[in-house]
């Protein structure tokens, strides 16, 4: 009865649940040009994830996968469909979605070792990360939807999606298990210590630490929608957001009415949403700031796409952040490894794989 009543007064008032306000990108979140002036390694069409193992990175790009050769990204193999989350584990062994509906497992000589297209009785939809959780033995999976596929992301917003789930598999041991269901799309897992899981809900703007104790937020109001993580060097972890929040989209999220006509008469790529890359149209939407003045884009315009990755420590407290402003080129980073003492990131939007060179302080230990 209090929660209905709260809900009542909030949109009565615009406050609390109801409220447009988004976090404002200050202190450590404070813009810069980290990303734009990152070294591009290679150009690669619809680049998504990164997995390291063994030494070795690895990298899916649409239905071809990679593998980080003398600096240089060398097809390894060709799938008949996209790869849309990539793990890899001690051994060479390597685990793959297809399609965000099939899992393979691939044996360090390539062959496929186990499959898999269904958890709890339901077929998979929208697999769209994987890690290997050492301590477990087992591979964890988010699946953001259980109505969209996973590039259907934008449509599982607008329609204010509460499906996602991560799941744990064993291979060879029994049921897949559903570790948390009902994520307002889950994106992005990663293993701690204790058997505590970590796992991204994007449109809840937060990261969930799932523990033998129950769920808590381990990070919270995040200005972006948060997806893959990874581990950092000294502790704490990484987390790339792929789309950034604006008050626009808060308020469109609210219009129940206008949301259905936009949705059912729009097209998507001019939908008042969030996208991993903008500027290639102009019906794309606009707002304020977004407007070219005499051919020049404002750097801090309100972003309809923006490249943002922060560093979180052992805390849960967010101690740095990496940018790629709104009239930057890497926009919609997917994905973020450490590798070779530096951070890799995949910039879906901008169809390149990014090398940053980290600082002394983010090679040590986390604060």
């Known amino acids: 009865m209090l929660d209905t009543l709260r809900g009542f007064t ?36 619809d680049i998504d994830d990164l997995a390291v193992a063994d030494g070795v990175l690895w990298i899916a790009a649409g239905p071809a996968l990679y593998r980080l050769d003398g600096g240089v990204p060398v097809e390894v193999r060709r799938f008949e469909r996209p790869i849309t989350a990539l793990a890899a584990a001690p051994g ?13 497992l691939l044996a360090p000589d390539g062959a496929t070792a186990h499959t898999l297209a269904e958890a709890g009785g339901r077929a998979l939809r929208c697999v769209n990360a994987l890690a290997w959780d050492e301590a ?15 590039e259907r992301w934008c449509h599982d917003l607008m329609a204010h999606g509460a ?34 899981v970590l796992v991204g809900e994007s449109w809840a703007h937060r990261v969930l630490a799932l523990g033998p104790n129950g769920t808590a937020p381990r990070v ?7 997806s893959r993580m990874a581990p950092a060097a000294g502790g704490g ?20 009415a206008y949301r259905r006509r936009m949705v ?3 097209d998507p790529r001019y939908w008042i949403a969030p996208a991993l890359s903008s500027g290639h149209s102009f019906l794309e939407p606009l707002q304020g700031a977004g407007v070219k003045q005499m051919g020049v884009l404002k750097p801090w315009a309100p972003p309809r796409s923006y490249g943002l990755v922060v560093r979180v420590n052992a805390q849960g407290q967010v101690v740095s952040s990496l940018h790629s402003q709104v009239d930057g080129r890497h926009h919609g980073i997917t994905a973020v490894a450490e590798h070779g003492g530096a951070l890799f990131a995949a910039s879906k939007g901008g169809g390149r794989l990014l090398r940053v060179r980290m600082t002394a302080e983010e090679q040590g230990a986390a604060r």
């Open 10 to 45: 909030d949109r009565l008032l615009g406050r609390g649940s109801a409220a447009i306000t988004v976090p404002v990108m200050d202190g450590v979140l404070k813009p810069n040009r980290a990303l734009d002036n990152a070294e591009v390694v290679a150009e690669l069409a």
């Open 92 to 104: 060479g062994r390597l685990a793959l979605a297809l399609g965000g509906t099939q899992l393979l």
């Open 136 to 150: 477990g033995r087992r591979w964890l999976l988010t699946e953001g939807s259980a109505e969209h596929a996973p």
């Open 163 to 196: 499906s996602g789930r991560v799941c744990a598999w064993a291979p060879g041991g029994g049921a897949v298990q559903q570790l948390a269901a009902g994520l307002r799309h889950a994106f992005g897992v990663l293993p701690q210590a204790g058997g505590t």
């Open 220 to 226: 919270a109001d995040l200005p972006g929608y948060p």
């Open 237 to 256: 972890f990484w987390l790339s957001c792929f789309v950034c929040r604006t008050q626009l989209v808060e308020f469109v999220l609210r219009e129940e």
């Open 264 to 266: 059912a008469e729009i």
